[in-house]
């Protein structure tokens, strides 16, 4: 890319905005029927609202402008069966897969971690990486306020 | 052909610095020899009218759109990097229409022309590296190792703990590790959120919480046409009466009255 001098931009919203999205998926959550209902295993909860907790941070935080909140979103939507249609400028191609053999500098593992990063190269998969996590670690704050807040009353 | 010329070599001066040194010596004149019979003799008095007029480039106003374009390359040019006259280079000779041979003879032949001009641009000084390919794969292979190596650096920014461990691996290696702590600690937070609320009933903090960011836009950071939730949130946010009706409340506190001090302490927002 010719874009090389452009500085690498890895801005995080604030925490309430991750906060905002948390609080509505989770109310979402609740307005179904089926996780109140008494025969609904704790490990269904969890994985609900696990689910819930990194869909909102996708949407939080990425949007549509990052590879790894698509992924996501588009895997989340599979589960449930839906069809996710994301509005795109450029198309992405996945023949980028191929180049990626070429390079000496394997990341397999952090390909398998982020969500997405199966098809990117290595360069935006370090981007993308240094963005997924300034998420997460803003998401994991806002649930461990939350915890807090909620385990004090 | 002389403007074309002209833009041409200045597309070759930008190419041709982190080569130059490279060149010196031996190969440079041989290069040159054969380039010469390959090219005829006549290309030199051109190149030297295009030298003489682009070394003056820098002080002479600009008046056209090729000498605009020829000193902003330049300009910028002194405030780059190595990489990033690498990477001109490559996507230079993909916009020429030339053949590769050629390019390589002429860059190799205008390489020994501009060192006499070399003091009068501020070129970024690349060390020589001896033995080193020159061809075009490798540059880009090169070009794309520091791309990569820079973002890693960044990383090691954010990655608490990365400073000790030297090399990519081992800083790969932390990366992994901090990232699988990551989703093991959102995994946890989740089950405990399960444990302890298991109706997912919110208390007036959290409706404070939400009252205070009610204005708060919700599609940020672009659209998505992700139906489901959408049209859910988009009515929970607009129309406040019903989102209060169908929440579980513990007290019969008015929303106005709900202000920031349990919400600061709450989310303590930075």
Not at chain 2, 112 to 134: C, F, L, N, W
Not at chain 2, 145 to 154: D, L, N, P, V, Y
Request: glycine content about 4%.
């Amino acid at each position: 890319m010719a874009s090389a001098d452009k500085p690498i931009n890895t801005d995080v919203p604030e925490k309430d905005v991750f906060a905002l999205h948390f609080l509505q998926s989770l109310s979402n959550l609740r307005r179904q029927n089926a996780f109140n209902s008494p025969d609904d295993t704790t490990n269904n909860r969890v994985k609900k609202i696990k689910k819930a907790a990194y869909v909102s941070m996708a949407r939080a935080a990425g949007g549509t402008n990052r590879l790894w909140s698509r992924a996501l979103l588009r895997r989340a939507a599979k589960e449930n069966n839906k069809v996710v249609i994301f509005s795109r400028r450029k198309k992405r191609v996945t023949w980028l897969r191929r180049s990626n053999r070429r390079d000496p500098v394997d990341a397999e593992r952090l390909r398998n971690l982020l969500p997405g990063g199966g098809a990117m190269e290595t360069s935006k998969l370090m981007e993308e990486t240094a963005h997924y996590i300034k998420c997460l670690s803003m998401q994991v704050k806002v649930m461990q306020c939350l915890v807090d807040g909620l385990s004090a009353k | 052909m002389d403007l074309t010329g002209l833009k041409w070599l200045q597309q070759q001066q930008q190419m041709v610095s982190p080569e130059f040194l490279q060149m010196l010596g031996s190969d440079g004149r041989e290069e040159l020899r054969r380039v010469e019979t390959y090219l005829g003799k006549n290309i030199f008095d051109t190149i030297d009218g295009c030298i003489s007029r682009t070394s003056s480039f820098q002080t002479e106003p600009v008046k056209n759109n090729e000498e605009n374009r020829a000193v902003a390359l330049l300009n910028k040019r002194k405030s780059e990097g190595k990489t990033e006259t690498r990477e001109k280079k490559k996507k230079k000779i993909k916009a020429e229409d030339e053949t590769e041979s050629s390019m390589k003879g002429k860059s190799n032949m205008s390489n020994t022309e501009t060192s006499s001009d070399i003091h009068k641009q501020d070129y970024i000084h690349v060390r020589a590296r001896r033995g080193e390919a020159t061809d075009r794969h490798s540059l880009a292979e090169r070009a794309r190792r520091e791309k990569i190596s820079k973002k890693m650096k960044c990383l090691q920014d954010i990655v608490p703990g990365c400073n000790k461990v030297t090399g990519k691996a081992g800083m790969l290696d932390e990366i992994i590790n901090y990232v699988q702590s990551l989703q093991q600690q959102v995994e946890f937070l989740s089950m405990k959120l399960s444990v302890l609320n298991p109706q997912l009933e919110f208390h007036i903090n959290e409706l404070s919480m939400m009252a205070d960011l009610r204005s708060f836009p919700l599609h940020q950071q672009g659209s998505l046409d992700y139906s489901v939730m959408n049209s859910n949130q988009t009515t929970s946010l607009v129309v406040k009466n019903d989102a209060f009706s169908s929440w579980d409340i513990h007290s019969q506190c008015p929303y106005n009255n709900l202000r920031t001090d349990p919400v600061s302490n709450f989310f303590s927002l930075k």
